[in-house]
């Protein structure tokens, strides 16, 4: 595998974990929206990974799929049910007094965000290490 190819495939990651924090910072900001524009409490995002294949590799008799990185393959909507409050007072109440607040859970949010900003660390250690070693090529060649 080339430096280029590891630069490819940290990159995504890159991408890929950047966006996974970006929902996590969003699940948390949303975290008491009990109304939003399409009607009742907002609903965690998560994001679901695939990899990137590349062309197959011939690997002596057999043929194998090479990965590539990793893409966003989508963004789901949990669908567990929202949490009920009690609070009459609130305007979002319900004619029982209830209030639907979002599915989300911040220590759930904030491990995932630690998660994320972990795999993002990796990758870019991981380019730092490619760049290196590049280098050290290069000094290799000029002698």
Same mark, same amino acid.
């Not at 929902?23 to 009607?39: D, H, L, R």
């Not at 009742?40 to 994001?47: I, Q």
């Not at 759930?108 to 965000?113: K, L």
């Given at each position: 595998?080339? #430096?280029?190819?590891? +630069?490819? /495939?940290?990159? &995504?990651?890159?991408?890929?974990?950047?966006?996974?924090?970006?929902?996590?910072?969003?699940?948390?900001?949303?975290?008491?929206?009990?109304?939003?524009?399409?009607?009742?409490?907002?609903?965690?995002?998560?994001?679901?990974?695939? *990899? /990137?294949?590349?062309?197959? +590799?011939?690997?002596?008799?057999?043929?194998?799929?090479?990965?590539?990185?990793?893409?966003? !393959? &989508?963004? /789901?909507? @949990?669908?567990?049910?929202?949490?009920?409050? !009690? @609070? *009459?007072?609130?305007?979002?109440?319900?004619? @029982?007094?209830?209030?639907?607040? *979002?599915? #989300? @859970?911040?220590?759930?949010?904030?491990?995932?965000?630690?998660?994320?900003?972990?795999?993002?660390?990796? &990758?870019?250690?991981?380019?730092?290490?490619?760049?290196?070693?590049?280098?050290?090529?290069?000094? /290799?060649?000029?002698?």
């Amino acid at each position: 595998m080339g #430096v280029f190819s590891v +630069l490819r /495939i940290a990159g &995504s990651a890159l991408t890929a974990q950047r966006l996974r924090m970006t929902v996590a910072a969003s699940n948390i900001a949303n975290a008491e929206t009990t109304n939003t524009p399409t009607g009742g409490p907002y609903r965690r995002t998560s994001v679901v990974f695939s *990899p /990137i294949q590349q062309s197959p +590799l011939s690997v002596g008799a057999r043929t194998e799929s090479a990965a590539g990185g990793v893409q966003v !393959h &989508s963004m /789901i909507q @949990d669908q567990a049910p929202p949490r009920m409050v !009690h @609070d *009459p007072n609130n305007p979002d109440a319900d004619p @029982d007094g209830n209030v639907a607040y *979002p599915n #989300v @859970d911040l220590v759930t949010e904030m491990s995932d965000m630690l998660a994320a900003s972990r795999a993002y660390e990796a &990758s870019v250690t991981m380019i730092n290490v490619s760049k290196s070693m590049a280098q050290k090529a290069l000094e /290799i060649g000029r002698l």
